[in-house]
């Protein structure tokens, strides 16, 4: 009877070895996948964390909202926003190239709004910063009719002239606020810009900002933003309803909140 050479035989603990270390290292990863996994709660409040700021004039200064230096007054800070806005080169491309492509961008965003019902047809609504009216056109394209905007330099009939530091509008005018256009960081006063927003909004008004936390804004910016916590204490008299990324012409965050209905006194 012929006899096995026992040297002949695999050797099976040197052949699985690198299978059971794939086999490990994959069940360690999908625990570790479910471990880190973020619910829709969990990611709104990973995107409020921030340090503490001053109560009294929220990120004024603080971690989470730093206004930029350098403005001697604040003619000096319009004059270096008018710089921008009255730019040919700027307002050429604004007027021709991206007239169309950012009309049909905000078109898409502004039907997502109305489809989350933040925003109707018959809504009174106001573009802040609004350049020279792409969102207003969009709003009037998706059916908003009775839409307008404010900027520094009027362009009719869609813009009107207006500093989104002290709007021209009474009190509790629109249904819908929205500031769209890297706007929020050129607000050199946050809590006045905030202010205006919520004296302009009626009771269950809605507003949605688009901002940028992940980068940092263009070089006429009055402000750096870190995160939604600054605009959470500076909106006193709403509430937050959202927190979402958008990839929005560099901004990469959509905050959405409605203003609180008035109390009825009892009588």
Known sequence: MQTMNPSSFPKLPILFKPFLLSLFLSLFFLAFLASHSYSPLLRLRTALQTHTIPPSRAGNG????????????????????LNKTL???????????????????????FQSLKQRN??????KALSIGARVGQEVAAMKLVGVSDSVGIDLVPCPPLVMKGDFHAQPFENQTFDFEFEFSNVFDHALYPWKFVGEIERTLKHGGVCVLHVAV?????????????????LVELFKESELLEVSKVDAFGLDTEVVFRKKKKKIENS
């Open 118 to 123: 933040l925003i109707f047809n018959y809504s």
């Open 62 to 81: 603080g971690a989470s909202l730093r206004i930029r230096p350098g403005y001697s007054s604040y003619n000096a800070y319009i004059e270096r926003q």
């Open 214 to 230: 992940l980068r940092r804004a263009d070089k006429y910016s009055a402000n750096d933003l870190y995160s939604v916590q600054p």
């Open 87 to 109: 730019n040919p080169k700027l307002r050429k491309i604004w007027t021709t190239r991206d007239w169309d492509r950012k009309i049909w961008v905000f078109a898409r965003f």
